[in-house]
């Protein structure tokens, strides 16, 4: 079983910047990718970064230029830095991971940028 624990939402003012957190826990033999997704309300999910195993990052179109994603291996933690955040950047962001073919998610953590 594995989880995922995100942190690091809150509240900020537009033009600021958030780093969020997914730590992993439990029992995973082979990780092939771990993803970052945002659900504003009424909208659909959409991915907003993805690191590979071999540690190749892609981005949507929205994160380009702004966010990055990298992690730290020895603490099983992925990382989401978020710069000039607008108030378009408010969602629920949520840490998503496929392993040992199934995928795993977070609960969420609420972004939420004012103008």
């Known amino acids: 079983q594995v989880q995922l624990a995100e942190s690091g939402g809150g509240l900020v003012q537009a033009g600021g910047s958030l780093r969020l957190s997914c730590a992993a826990s439990?029992?995973?033999?082979?990780?092939?990718?771990i993803n970052w997704y945002r659900q504003a309300p009424g909208k659909q999910r959409e991915l907003v970064a993805h690191?590979?195993?071999?540690?190749?990052?892609d981005y949507g179109d929205s994160a380009k230029g702004r966010f990055t994603i990298f992690r730290d291996t020895t603490k099983n933690t992925v990382y989401l830095q978020m710069n000039n955040l607008t108030p378009e950047d408010t969602a629920v962001y949520y840490c998503?991971?496929?392993?040992?073919?199934?995928?795993?998610w977070g609960q969420g953590t609420q972004v939420t940028v004012s103008s």
């Open positions: 998503n991971l496929y392993g040992d073919g199934s995928s795993y």
């Open positions: 439990g029992r995973i033999f082979s990780i092939s990718a």
């Open positions: 690191i590979s195993r071999g540690g190749s990052r």
